[in-house]
C-alpha cells in the first residue's frame, strides 16, 4: 500500500475517533422523553426507545390509525367523517410516551430527530411508498406567524428530508396556510373541519407543475381526527392531483 494513502487513511481514523469522543463533551445530546445523556450516534436513551408506542397490528384502510380486529376496515372517525386521501400510515400512536418526543420536534428546535424519524419511517414504509406510486412529498404548512415564532415547519423539515432519501422532489411552499386558526384540541371533529375550510390555498407559482402530478404524499407531525390532512386533500384534489397519501410521524388513538 502507498504510504501516504496509509498515512491519510489513518489520520482519518483517528480524527473521527476523536471527534466521536470530544462531541458528547462539548454538545452532550439528552434523551428528549427522558432527558438522560445518549451516546452521540443515539438520539434516544435505549431504555425510552423500547417503550416508543410503534404502530403494530391491523390499522384502518384509510388514515392508519391502530383497530381492534382484522375484520374491521375503518376506524370511528373515518366512518362517520368520510375521509377524501386514499390511505395513509404514521409511525407511532400519540401517547404519555411519545407525547415529549413530539413537543421537542415541534417546540424545542430538536430538528435532529428528523433522521431518526426518517430512518424509522423508511424501515417501516419504504415499500408501501413505492407500491404508491408517490410523485411528490408535500408538507402540511403552518402560518407565517408560527413559522417566524418557531423558525421552522417541523413538517417540511420532515418532508424535505424524507423525500431526499426517497429520491423524490419536495415542495415546502405547495401549499400555504393564509389564515392563522384558533387552537384545532377545542373543537370537535366536525367543527376542527369547519374551522379549517379557508385556512389553506395553493400556491399561485405551482399552478403549472401540478399539472404533472398525479400522486403525493402529504406530511405531517401529528395526526388526531384528520381535519388538517382532509383539509389539504380538498384542496390538491381541486387543484387537479387525484391521489393523495398521508404520513404523520404520530396518530391519535381511533375512538372506537
Not at 405547495?174 to 385556512?199: G, H, M
Request: overall charge positive.
Amino acid at each position: 500500500m502507498n504510504f501516504s494513502v496509509f498515512s491519510s487513511s489513518f489520520l482519518q481514523k483517528i480524527k473521527t475517533e476523536s471527534m466521536q469522543k470530544l462531541l458528547p463533551l462539548f454538545f452532550p445530546r439528552h434523551c428528549p422523553v427522558c432527558n438522560k445523556l445518549v451516546p452521540y450516534c443515539e438520539y434516544i436513551h435505549p431504555l425510552c426507545r423500547q417503550k416508543l408506542p410503534y404502530i403494530r397490528g391491523p390499522v384502518c384502510f384509510t388514515c392508519g390509525k391502530p383497530i381492534s380486529k382484522n375484520t374491521q376496515e375503518l376506524c370511528y372517525d373515518c366512518r362517520v367523517f368520510p375521509k377524501s386521501f386514499r390511505g395513509g400510515r404514521s409511525l407511532f400512536l400519540y401517547n404519555n410516551i411519545s407525547r415529549p418526543l413530539m413537543s421537542s420536534f415541534k417546540y424545542k428546535n430538536k430538528r435532529i430527530l428528523t433522521d431518526f424519524f426518517t430512518k424509522e419511517l423508511l424501515v417501516r414504509y419504504e415499500n408501501i411508498f413505492r407500491q404508491w406510486g408517490v410523485e411528490a412529498v408535500i408538507p402540511v404548512p403552518i402560518h407565517k406567524n408560527k413559522q417566524k415564532k418557531r423558525g421552522y415547519n417541523q413538517a417540511a423539515v420532515l418532508g424535505n428530508r424524507l423525500a431526499c432519501s426517497l429520491n423524490l422532489p419536495s415542495f415546502p411552499d405547495f401549499l400555504v396556510r393564509s389564515v392563522d386558526t384558533l387552537p384545532q384540541k377545542q373543537f370537535s371533529p366536525q367543527a376542527r373541519l369547519n374551522n379549517l375550510k379557508k385556512a389553506f390555498r395553493l400556491n399561485p407559482r405551482y399552478e403549472k407543475k401540478i399539472k404533472t402530478l398525479h400522486c403525493v404524499l402529504l406530511v405531517d407531525d401529528i395526526y388526531t381526527t384528520g381535519a388538517t390532512m382532509e383539509a389539504c386533500t380538498r384542496i390538491l384534489h381541486e387543484a387537479g392531483i387525484s391521489t393523495v397519501y398521508i404520513l404523520s410521524v404520530c396518530i391519535g388513538v381511533s375512538r372506537d
